[in-house]
């Protein structure tokens, strides 16, 4: 059989909840709708580390932000090789266009298409266009591996209406005339406590208002994509898989951004197409890692694994439907705040804090917002017991990084 091609499709700051096939009322994205109704849907799918830099890192090194060494955004990674290097000499063409933020010289890894620049709204129309030239024109006999980094929703980290009280009379103020269009506050908002920066609830539904735009302006630009392959000669060999570095907080517990344990910031979209295997489906049952896609990708080409991929496990078993043994937790990490080791099982969410040994429980099943933590439960201990072990056996498996041991050492 002839090498399939591979699209890594990604976006910026895009949590699950933003998605209307996923039950989102407040944002209309078509063009991931049918993404979700053509492939299959990871539902517990986390972030290797919900910030960018680390967790793009780990997506194309495969390995955990212990072990490749970007714990926070822009800190240099160690010299692993990355799937641009690894593919492009295992038979493979491979290309990049829009946003990168590694800390490496993208050219040094693909094939340049297109620079990344300025601001989502300016950018990512530029890179939609760049790939329906790319599936209009190909014409080598060798497979491409095309990467497509789209910005949006990222930009509503520049939405900061308290230190640019203009923007609230301006672009932005614009949502106060769709009074109608202002989404529900989440369950886990409380506007009677204090907000970041001393946001109003009115300023903090402005935030939302545009996230939500931000996420329909990058959604048209997947639609535009997706139809570029669709009506290519490459879309019955060609796999697509679609995800985003990190959600967004979106004023939950009264948090915005990134950086945090809970779902909006930790759980990412994960959506994967491919030619012949049965689209439409929905998969809540096994938990997936970041470093995750780079191991899938691999598989797909048929190219052996890079080294010391400790944690990564290929996915297209699961989008073929078959049935394999899977893990039973998921780590992630997080570095501010001290070091935090994220694991997670079908039923519980723990965190611990390195070094103040803070720890936080969640049930997922009966907390699905996550307001309650029950690490000080009585009734917890065995749980919490298991996860000890199950720290001991993550930490024990990954082969740490010079800047880990740093880390670890200096607040230790
Ligand atoms: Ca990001």
């Given at each position: 059989m002839k090498k399939r091609n591979i699209i890594f499709c990604h976006v910026d700051q895009l949590t699950q909840k933003a998605i209307s096939a996923y039950g989102c009322k407040e944002a209309r994205t078509p063009h991931m709708?049918?993404?979700?109704?053509?492939?299959?849907?990871?539902?517990?799918?986390?972030?290797?580390?919900?910030?960018?830099?680390?967790?793009?890192?780990?997506?194309?090194?495969?390995?955990?932000?212990?072990?490749?060494?970007?714990l926070v955004n822009n800190q240099p990674i160690a010299d692993f090789p990355d799937l641009g290097q690894w593919m492009s000499g295992r038979g493979y063409q491979c290309f990049y266009a829009g946003k990168w933020h590694i800390a490496r010289n993208v050219a040094q890894s693909f094939q340049i298409l297109h620079p990344q620049f300025a601001l989502g709204e300016q950018h990512d129309a530029a890179v939609a266009r760049t790939a329906e030239a790319f599936l209009e024109n190909y014409d080598s006999s060798e497979p491409f591996f095309l990467n497509l980094g789209l910005l949006n929703p990222h930009d509503c980290c520049y939405l900061d209406l308290s230190e640019n009280k203009e923007q609230l009379a301006t672009k932005f103020g614009a949502a106060r005339h769709f009074p109608e269009d202002i989404p529900e506050r989440m369950k886990s908002f409380d506007p009677t406590r204090p907000m970041p920066k001393d946001w109003t609830p009115g300023e903090v539904d402005m935030y939302r208002y545009y996230y939500f735009r931000m996420t329909e302006m990058v959604d048209a630009e997947i639609g535009r994509i997706y139809d570029a392959l669709k009506s290519s000669r490459f879309a019955g060999n060609t796999v697509f898989i679609f995800s985003a570095d990190h959600g967004e907080m979106m004023s939950a517990h009264n948090l915005f951004k990134k950086s945090r344990h809970y779902d909006e910031a930790l759980k990412v979209p994960l959506i994967v197409v491919q030619p012949g295997a049965e689209g439409g489906r929905t998969d809540t049952s096994?938990?997936?890692?970041?470093?995750?896609?780079?191991?899938?990708?691999?598989?797909?080409?048929?190219?052996?694994?890079?080294?010391?991929?400790?944690?990564?496990?290929?996915?297209?078993?699961?989008?073929?439907?078959?049935?394999?043994?899977?893990?039973?937790?998921?780590?992630?990490?997080?570095?501010?705040?001290?070091?935090?080791?994220?694991?997670?099982d079908s039923r519980y969410k723990y965190?611990?804090?390195?070094?103040?040994?803070?720890?936080?429980?969640?049930?997922?099943?009966?907390?699905?917002?996550?307001?309650?933590?029950?690490?000080?439960?009585p009734a917890m201990r065995s749980v919490l017991d298991q996860f000890e072990e199950r720290l001991k056996e993550y930490q024990s498996k990954i082969v740490p990084s010079a800047a880990y041991k740093a880390a670890m050492k200096k607040s230790g």
């Open positions: 709708d049918r993404l979700v109704a053509e492939g299959v849907s990871f539902m517990d799918s986390f972030s290797a580390n919900p910030i960018c830099c680390p967790a793009r890192s780990s997506w194309y090194t495969g390995r955990m932000c212990s072990e490749h060494g970007t096994h938990l997936i890692s970041g470093v995750d896609v780079t191991a899938t990708i691999l598989d797909y080409a048929g190219v052996e694994r890079m080294p010391d991929m400790s944690v990564a496990e290929s996915f297209r078993p699961l989008v073929e439907g078959g049935e394999v043994r899977w893990r039973d937790y998921v780590p992630a990490e997080i570095f501010q705040g001290g070091a935090q080791t994220v694991l997670t965190n611990k804090h390195h070094p103040s040994g803070t720890l936080f429980l969640y049930d997922r099943k009966e907390d699905p917002h996550e307001l309650n933590n029950i690490a000080g439960d």
